[in-house]
């Protein structure tokens, strides 16, 4: 991450987290290339290079390819970052409504509401993992039972499975009459949204670029730096390989940018920080749990006094 009060400077000359070190063998061969170039135009063997200079249609393909690669790893980078906004936003209010809403009418029920509330969070460290291809790990057994931990690393699918476990549980507190038909319908409306938004991250991830496009972007990219020195060698002389390196620089780091991002879910700087996500979120919910709420009423009492006000004594 770079730091909003960083000089400008320092983040122009940074290295770490910047696409040179993967393109620069590129932009080293095609340098190269160029100063060859200088060399056998200096020699006097002639290149034929004129023929060249009109020649703009790979200029106006190749511009188009890499705005359209840029844009199209830019959505997809948007869109995850997106999606895993809106899980943070579904948990807080999904831990919420289960936190104040459901009844306790057990000492042990207290326990099972907090052990649903760290369910949640083990949904998101379990859909990381999961978008990044990996078992689950401590993180996700410090959030549930050893029980669960052990079934958890049999499947193939942790995330579904947790789902499913905190919607057994909201149909058991139902089934206790502990919350109604309508808070019943609003949290398992939330739960869809956490699903939905690990559909919307394995529709990016299961989705990569078309081979063929990336092919040919590739193809142009160098059949275009290898034509460029071919224009340039007869008026800038030993400049060539200088000004080849630059506009090879600019080009392979622009098509690199777009592979980086295009999957934004792994552990590159330029990924989305996923662990850090996780880690607020929670944060947020052991801060939740560490809170008694206002509100903590029994809903047999509570109906009671909705329907029988003068024979009821509730006190919330």
């Not at 135009?41 to 188009?64: C, E, K, M, W, Y």
């Not at 919910?285 to 024979?311: A, G, R, T, W, Y």
Request: proline share 4%; glycine share 4%.
């Amino acid at each position: 991450m770079i730091d909003a009060n960083q000089n400008w400077f320092q983040v122009a000359f940074r290295v770490s987290g910047s696409v040179i070190p993967a393109i620069l063998p590129r932009v080293l061969f095609c340098t190269l290339f160029g100063v060859l170039l200088s060399i056998l135009d200096l020699l006097g063997f002639s290149l034929q290079t004129r023929a060249l200079d009109n020649f703009i249609l790979p200029d106006l393909v190749l511009g188009l390819l890499l705005v359209f690669r840029t844009n199209t790893a830019y959505d997809r980078f948007w869109e995850g970052r997106k999606s895993w906004g809106t899980l943070v936003n579904t948990v807080r209010n999904f831990a919420r409504q289960i936190w104040v809403s459901i009844a306790e009418k057990n000492p042990s029920d207290t326990q099972e509401k907090v052990a649903t509330l760290r369910l949640l969070v083990a949904f998101a460290f379990a859909m990381k993992l999961h978008l990044r291809g990996e078992k689950p790990n401590h993180e996700i057994a410090d959030l549930v039972s050893p029980e669960q931990y052990s079934i958890l690393q049999c499947m193939n699918h942790p995330p579904l499975e947790i789902a499913l476990w905190i919607g057994d549980y909201l149909q058991r507190q139902y089934d206790r009459n502990c919350l109604n038909t309508y808070q019943l319908t609003a949290m398992f409306k939330l739960l869809d949204a956490m699903v939905d938004v690990l559909g919307s991250c394995e529709r990016i991830i299961k989705t990569p670029m078309p081979l063929a496009y990336n092919i040919h972007l590739k193809q142009i990219l160098l059949i275009y730096c290898l034509i460029l020195p071919l224009q340039l060698a007869d008026d800038l002389l030993w400049y060539t390989g200088i000004v080849v390196g630059i506009m090879s620089f600019t080009l392979f780091g622009i098509e690199e940018i777009g592979r980086e991002i295009e999957n934004p879910f792994g552990y590159d700087q330029n990924d989305l920080q996923l662990d850090s996500i996780c880690k607020t979120m929670k944060r947020n919910i052991e801060d939740m749990i560490s809170i008694e709420p206002s509100v903590h009423c029994n809903l047999e009492e509570f109906q009671s006094e909705v329907f029988h006000p003068k024979n009821s004594s509730l006190d919330c």
